[in-house]
């Protein structure tokens, strides 16, 4: 089973987040869409999840619970943007959490 970690100091991080290398600034903006749309307590799975959702999501340009466009500078790219995002998903846990759950996030990351 996977560890349940509380949200709070990682949500507040989210709104921005500096990991380093951000064109864009792409990795910050999908911190500041991201961080209201986390649960406030997820396992690492349930973060892997969230982040897919809200890419999902922000490439729709729909608020997939709400079925509200999205307003976001994130919307309207091409689909390779939101793979690259996803693929630095393990970096953005790196600066979020303790390291055996940003290597969980890491592992789930690499095995999807």
Do not use: H
């Not at 749309?37 to 897919?52: A, H, K, M, T, Y």
């Amino acid at each position: 089973m996977d560890k349940v970690m509380n949200m709070t100091k990682a949500k507040e991080t989210l709104r921005d987040i500096d990991i380093g290398v951000d064109p864009n600034n792409l990795i910050k903006e999908f911190g500041r869409f991201l961080s209201p749309r986390l649960n406030d307590e997820l396992c690492p799975s349930g973060f892997v999840i969230g982040c897919d959702l809200a890419l999902y999501d922000l490439s729709e340009g729909i608020n997939g619970s709400t079925q509200e466009p999205i307003r976001n500078q994130l919307v309207g790219y091409p689909d390779m943007i939101y793979t690259l995002i996803r693929r630095r998903v393990p970096e953005i846990a790196k600066v979020l959490f303790p390291n055996t759950f940003a290597d969980e996030v890491s592992k789930i990351c690499d095995e999807v």
